[in-house]
């Protein structure tokens, strides 16, 4: 068993060594020297199939019938012919097709390896007004660290002091600057080109955003598609074939030649690696532009997507909406504000959010036995007072009438503002309107999508119609829904899906998190809880949303070029046999176009590591296979 780790362990250099013996061989060759040219084929025939025999003879001791199988019959056979040159070059080439898997699948996880290296190793931690430094894993939730000009992020964290321009590439795949101050929220693995922050940590080691991003991609690499399971399956059924067929024309030809070159040409070199290749490196580029695709299944099917459902607060709209409105009906402003304040702690909903902000408290209330009421809002119990924050609903269901604010609930809505509402023990207190900021370039996005072919854009939300309707027309959206709960939107998802449609659901909090499970493809913003992420199939970092026509293009150049590759390796086997049939091929020229056509797929799966989305203004829905030349 030593004996055979050692020898794998040396294969790419037994390559080599055979590849100097075949060079030996043509030379002397040359020289009129036949002895010695048979010599040095049959000893470099003897080294490169030493690794080929162990590796299928390892896969018969688990009862696999492999490729390797196939190479050891074929070279056993054309040894026992006295044609040396042939399992020469054979051995040889087919390790120098592995060798060229192994460099070219390396390459096409750079990605992955380079978000490794640029992972931060130390932080400076203050402590008692003191600086030390210390390794990244030894810093603690709540620690205070300091970042200075050139220094790296080392946990995700919020500025506590200080202020200047980040650059958040790793994170984003963006690589412009960022300018923050107190209150913004950092990320590890993010350069400070500029200025000095003091940040509280929040998150630390493998719970960081950049630790996420490494663990979510090394996953999806590792996953296999669809089409990579098909192959899978028919390895274990092709090879066996070729077996048996190089069997039959062996006994009814009596040409054992014949027969081995059957066994080296039905090798499905590059059937198997195209699709892996063509996967990872979709994958790898996605990473690197600041998507996060999880699995090979998710890229088989997202391309196939028809139907685009969106949330509207945090996804349509910018996830920071403001406070414009604000209308007392019962006791204290000013404390009633900070009551709504303090419940709305208990929330990380962008509207809650909104109201923190604009509160701008020193200080807050206790709260006590705080309920979160999904789609509605939350009650709670402050100073012994019953209090409810939310939606009209939630104040209906617990019989309290809101008819002195019909006036002004009706401007809001109209306006297109949310509506939150404050009530203590059993009154209407307070009602804020909260208006959405659209996201930069969303309806430019969503038009995007459209000319590529997506037949259907969707909002659920369960903000009011009216506003949802505000911010539909604005957008392009083509159907919207408000005043939904997080279950009707769940329903919403499977009616379209038993209508034949391939959803995929667009969102960022928990109460998306039924919908984002539910869709064919879950999608999350990455700035959203920690549940949509790890339910969704893709995640756009730090909450790109013009990041989904990459995600979008990406997944359907990739299965296209997963296509191209199996047709690639198909029509190669094919051209292999007909040529052979006619006399055309040989061994050794059959087995050159064998491994070059390894390389061919080899090279069209790499094509998608820098791929970029094209312009997309002029192109039609009747043709969006164009974008993605």
Same mark, same amino acid.
Request: aromatic share 10%; glycine share 8%.
């Given at each position: 068993m030593k004996y055979q780790q050692q020898v794998l362990q040396h294969k790419n250099q037994l390559a080599f060594l055979g590849g100097v013996l075949i060079s030996l061989a043509f030379i002397s060759k040359l020289a009129h020297f036949t002895t010695a040219y048979s010599l040095f084929m049959a000893l470099s025939a003897i080294i490169g199939s030493l690794p080929i025999f162990i590796l299928a003879y390892q896969a018969l001791r688990v009862k696999v019938i492999s490729i390797d199988l196939l190479v050891s019959i074929a070279v056993i056979g054309a040894f026992l012919i006295g044609e040396y040159n042939e399992s020469a070059i054979v051995t040889f080439l087919f390790l120098f097709g592995s060798w060229l898997e192994q460099k070219t699948l390396a390459k096409t996880r750079l990605a992955i390896k380079t978000l490794t290296q640029m992972a931060p190793t130390t932080a400076f931690v203050i402590k008692n007004d003191e600086?030390?430094?210390? +390794?990244?894993?030894?810093?603690?939730? #709540?620690?205070?660290?300091?970042?200075?000009?050139? !220094?790296?992020?080392?946990? +995700?964290?919020i500025i506590t002091s200080g202020e200047g321009y980040l650059n958040e590439a790793s994170v984003t795949g963006e690589a412009k600057f960022v300018h923050k101050e107190a209150g913004a929220t950092v990320f590890a693995g993010t350069f400070l080109e500029n200025g000095t922050l003091q940040i509280e940590a929040q998150k630390i080691g493998e719970?960081?955003? #950049?630790?996420?991003?490494?663990?979510?991609?090394?996953?999806?690499?590792?996953?296999?598609?669809?089409?990579?399971? #098909?192959? +899978?399956?028919?390895?274990?059924?092709?090879?066996?074939?070729? $077996? $048996? $067929?190089?069997?039959?024309? !062996?006994?009814?030809?009596w040409n054992l030649s014949l027969a081995i070159t059957i066994l080296v040409l039905g090798c499905p070199g590059a059937l198997v690696i195209g699709v892996p290749v063509s996967n990872v490196a979709g994958i790898g580029n996605g990473a690197k532009f600041g998507v996060l695709l999880k699995g090979g299944e998710v890229l088989d099917t997202f391309s196939?997507?028809?139907? &685009?459902? &969106?949330?509207?607060? @945090?996804?349509?709209?910018?996830?920071?909406?403001t406070v414009s409105g604000i209308y007392n009906y019962y006791g204290d402003k000013a404390e009633n504000l900070r009551l709504l304040a303090s419940v709305e702690r208990q929330s990380d909903h962008p509207l809650g959010q909104a109201v923190i902000q604009f509160a701008a408290l020193a200080s807050y209330l206790p709260v006590e036995k705080t309920v979160v009421l999904k789609g509605r809002g939350i009650k709670a119990r402050?100073?012994?007072?019953?209090?409810?924050v939310g939606n009209a609903q939630l104040l209906q269901e617990a019989g309290i009438r809101i008819d002195a604010a019909a006036k002004d609930q009706s401007y809001l809505q109209e306006s297109g503002h949310s509506l939150v509402y404050l009530a203590q023990d059993g009154k209407l207190s307070q009602l804020l309107g909260i208006k959405d900021q659209v996201r930069p370039k969303a309806q430019k996005t969503l038009a995007q999508l459209t000319q590529m072919g997506v037949k259907n854009l969707v909002m659920l939300t369960g903000d009011n119609k009216k506003a949802a309707e505000i911010v539909g027309r604005?957008? @392009?959206i083509t159907e919207v829904h408000g005043e939904l709960l997080p279950a009707e939107k769940a329903d919403f998802i499977t009616k379209l899906q038993k209508n034949g449609h391939k959803v995929a659901f667009v969102g960022d909090g928990v109460n998306d998190s039924p919908s984002i499970a539910l869709a064919d493809i879950g999608i999350a913003m990455g700035n959203g809880t920690d549940v949509a992420v790890e339910t969704s199939d893709v995640v756009l970092?730090?909450?790109? &949303?013009?990041?989904?026509?990459?995600?979008?293009?990406?997944?359907?150049?990739?299965?296209?070029?997963?296509?191209?590759?199996?047709?690639?390796?198909? @029509?190669?086997?094919? #051209?292999l046999l007909v040529? $052979?049939? &006619? !006399?055309?091929?040989?061994?050794?020229? @059959?087995?050159?176009?064998?491994?070059?056509?390894?390389l061919v797929v080899i090279a069209n799966g790499m094509r998608l590591l820098p791929f970029k989305v094209g312009k997309l203004d002029s192109y039609q829905v009747s043709n969006p296979t164009e974008v993605l030349q």
């Open positions: 600086i030390s430094e210390v +390794d990244v894993d030894d810093v603690e939730i #709540f620690d205070q660290l300091l970042v200075k000009t050139g !220094g790296q992020v080392p946990v +995700d964290g719970d960081t955003t #950049f630790g996420k991003i490494i663990e979510l991609v090394e996953e999806a690499q590792d996953s296999k598609s669809k089409a990579e399971r #098909f192959i +899978d399956r028919f390895a274990k059924f092709y090879t066996p074939f070729v $077996l $048996l $067929l190089a069997l039959v024309v !062996g006994l009814i030809s196939k997507v028809d139907t &685009f459902v &969106f949330d509207k607060t @945090g996804t349509l709209t910018a996830e920071k909406p402050i100073n012994n007072h019953e209090v409810l604005q957008l @392009g970092m730090n909450s790109d &949303f013009t990041k989904l026509v990459h995600a979008y293009a990406l997944t359907k150049k990739t299965v296209w070029n997963m296509k191209e590759n199996i047709a690639i390796a198909i @029509g190669t086997v094919a #051209f040529g $052979l049939i &006619f !006399g055309y091929i040989y061994m050794a020229s @059959g087995m050159l176009a064998h491994e070059l056509s390894i």
